[in-house]
């Protein structure tokens, strides 16, 4: 079974070394690269004011935020979450930045790059020299964004699931009404001593009297020179 988290995050700025903080995470679950439903979703205090630049992205302003818990209070709830799950985000090395500077801030757990997807770097390595931002892979896709007027943690988390899935080749229904991920062009290298190989009966098929010697009759008319013709004279 693969799990993974499909997030995004909203911050006051830019950099959290200079004291930005989170205002907003959002996250999707994919099993096995379908989506189950299960969702995470939390406000954060950022205990700081929103500057304009950011809060022109989001619309979240200190006064909206200031009543919610802080990410300290809320950091194990996305912790027990997150479990041992792949992480994907769109620019993750932003995103990532956010979460491993506050949670060791709190002395807990970072996540290493062995352990996240940046759908940003597949969508450029799949289309280089495009547009690749969330509403522009969003319109290549035909995934339905309207709703988007501003950037929304879960929102923009949903729609990435659905983008992500397209990157990796797309989902079609399956008879039994679920949905399941097409194949994706990659190289694997399988080692075929683990795969397991059921035994079949050879089956025989026994010729008649009468069609070996139609067998013997056409191969000595056709054939006079094989060399187990001349075993068998």
Same mark, same amino acid.
Request: charged letters at 30%.
């Given at each position: 079974m693969v799990r993974e988290i499909v997030f995004d995050t909203e911050t006051t700025g830019m950099d959290p070394e200079t004291g930005d903080k989170l205002v907003e995470i959002g996250a999707v679950e994919l099993i096995n690269h379908i989506p189950t439903g299960v969702t995470f979703h939390r406000y954060i205090n950022p205990q700081r004011e929103v500057p304009d630049d950011a809060f022109k992205v989001h619309g979240l302003s200190y006064d909206k935020l200031k009543d919610y818990p802080t990410f300290a209070e809320q950091v194990d709830e996305w912790i027990e979450f997150v479990g041992d799950a792949v992480l994907v985000a769109h @620019?993750?090395?932003f995103d990532?930045?956010?979460i491993n500077f506050e949670q060791k801030e709190l002395g807990r757990i970072t996540y290493g790059n062995e352990r996240v997807i940046d759908t940003l770097e597949i969508a450029r390595k799949l289309f280089p020299g495009q547009r690749n931002n969330l509403d522009a892979l969003c319109k290549r896709f035909n995934?339905? @964004?309207s709703a988007r007027t501003l950037h929304g943690a879960l929102l923009d988390a949903d729609l990435l699931a659905k983008v992500y899935l397209e990157l990796l080749g797309g989902q079609e229904p399956t008879m039994l009404g679920g949905e399941?991920?097409?194949q994706v062009q990659t190289t694997q290298f399988i080692d075929e001593s683990q795969i397991e190989r059921k035994y079949r009966k050879p089956r025989v098929f026994a010729l008649s009297e009468e069609e070996e010697k139609e067998h013997?009759?056409?191969m000595e008319k056709n054939l006079k020179e094989a060399v187990?013709?001349?075993e068998q004279v």
């Open positions: @620019n993750a090395p990532m930045k956010f995934v339905d @964004n399941q991920k097409k013997l009759t056409f187990w013709l001349k």
